[in-house]
C-alpha cells in the first residue's frame, strides 16, 4: 500500500474510532475506494496497528482525568475496576452469542465464514450505521435540553445500572460493523441519567481493557491465515508502513477525542447521530451501486 493511502486510512481510523461514527464503517469504505484489500496479510497488520494507536491516544487524553477519579483513591480503584470488569465480562456475553448467530447466517453448508467477512459487506454496515444514528439522536437531542452543569460542580459518578449498559451495548456493537461503539455506549449512559464527563470516561476506560484483547485476536489471525495460505509475511516491509499509520492514528484520535469532548459538554451530541443517519444512506448507495 502507497504512504499516502496509508496516511489517508490512518487519519480516518483515528478520527472515526474514537468519534462515534463507526471506524469499520469508514474504513471500509474508504479502503474500496481505494481498491485496497484489506484482508491481505500486510493490510490486517495495518488494521491492528491502527488500533493501537488510537488505544494510546486514549490513554494519553484521558490519563490524568482517570488519576483524578478511578485512581484517587484505593476504594475509588476498586469500585471501578469492579465496574470495568462486570462491564466488559457483559460485553463478551453478549457479543459471543452474537458472533455465533451471524456467523452461522454467513456461512453455507460446510464453508464456514468469520465475523470479519462483514468488513465487505455494506448492506450490513448502513443498517447498522442508521441504528447507531437513531440511537445517538434520541440521546443527543434529550441531552440537549438538560440543564447544563455549572463549572466546578461535581459531578455524578457512573452507576452500576449505567455500567451494565454500557456493557451491554459494547456487546452489541463488536460484531456488527457500522454500530458505533462509543456512540453506542455513551448513549445508552446518558438516556440512562448518566453526566457527561464521567460517562464518556468510563465509556473509553472499557476500551482500554478491551482492546488488548481484540488486538491479540488479530494477530492470531494474522498468523493463522498467513500459515495456512503458506504466504510468508515480511515483518520488516510491513512494519514500517503500519508503524507510520499508528502514528497518523494516535494523532488524529487526540483530534478526535478533543473534538467529541467539546461537542459532548455543548449538548451537540445530537449531531453524531444526523451523520451516522447521513452515512448509512450513502454506504447503502454505494451497495446498490456494486461497491
Not at 478520527?15 to 496479510?41: C, F, G, R, Y
Not at 497518523?248 to 451516522?276: D, H, M, N, P, T
Request: include cysteine; charge should be positive.
Amino acid at each position: 500500500m502507497h504512504w499516502i493511502d496509508v496516511v489517508v486510512l490512518a487519519v480516518i481510523q483515528g478520527l472515526a474510532e474514537l468519534l462515534p461514527i463507526s471506524s469499520s464503517a469508514h474504513v471500509i469504505v474508504t479502503a474500496k475506494l481505494l481498491h485496497e484489500n484489506m484482508s491481505t496479510p500486510a493490510n490486517a497488520l495495518l488494521l491492528v496497528m491502527l488500533h493501537t494507536g488510537t488505544m494510546f491516544a486514549v490513554i494519553v487524553y484521558f490519563w490524568r482525568q482517570w488519576v483524578d477519579t478511578f485512581f484517587s483513591s484505593r476504594k475509588a480503584f476498586v469500585r471501578f475496576a469492579r465496574m470495568c470488569f462486570v462491564a466488559c465480562f457483559l460485553s463478551g456475553a453478549v457479543a459471543f452469542p452474537l458472533i455465533l448467530a451471524v456467523e452461522h447466517v454467513l456461512s453455507h453448508g460446510d464453508h464456514h465464514v468469520e465475523i470479519e467477512a462483514l468488513f465487505n459487506k455494506l448492506n450490513w454496515i448502513a443498517p447498522a450505521l442508521a441504528a447507531a444514528g437513531i440511537l445517538i439522536l434520541w440521546a443527543g437531542l434529550r441531552e440537549a435540553r438538560r440543564p447544563e452543569i455549572p463549572s466546578g460542580a461535581r459531578h455524578r459518578e457512573i452507576t452500576w445500572g449505567q455500567a451494565i449498559i454500557m456493557g451491554i451495548l459494547q456487546g452489541a456493537a463488536i460484531p456488527f460493523r457500522g454500530f458505533s461503539r462509543s456512540g453506542s455506549t455513551i448513549s445508552g449512559a446518558l438516556l440512562a441519567g448518566g453526566d457527561r464527563l464521567p460517562v464518556e470516561s468510563f465509556s473509553f476506560a472499557m476500551v482500554v481493557a478491551i482492546t488488548p484483547l481484540a488486538i491479540a485476536r488479530e494477530f492470531y489471525r494474522l498468523f493463522r491465515d498467513t500459515a495456512q495460505a503458506g504466504i510468508h509475511l515480511n515483518l520488516a516491509s510491513a512494519l514500517a508502513p503500519s508503524l507510520l499509520g499508528m502514528v497518523c492514528a494516535f494523532l488524529a484520535g487526540l483530534v478526535a477525542l478533543k473534538w467529541l469532548s467539546r461537542w459532548l459538554e455543548q449538548g451537540r451530541w445530537y449531531w453524531f447521530g444526523i451523520y451516522c443517519l447521513a452515512a448509512s444512506v450513502v454506504v447503502m448507495m454505494l451497495y446498490l451501486r456494486g461497491w
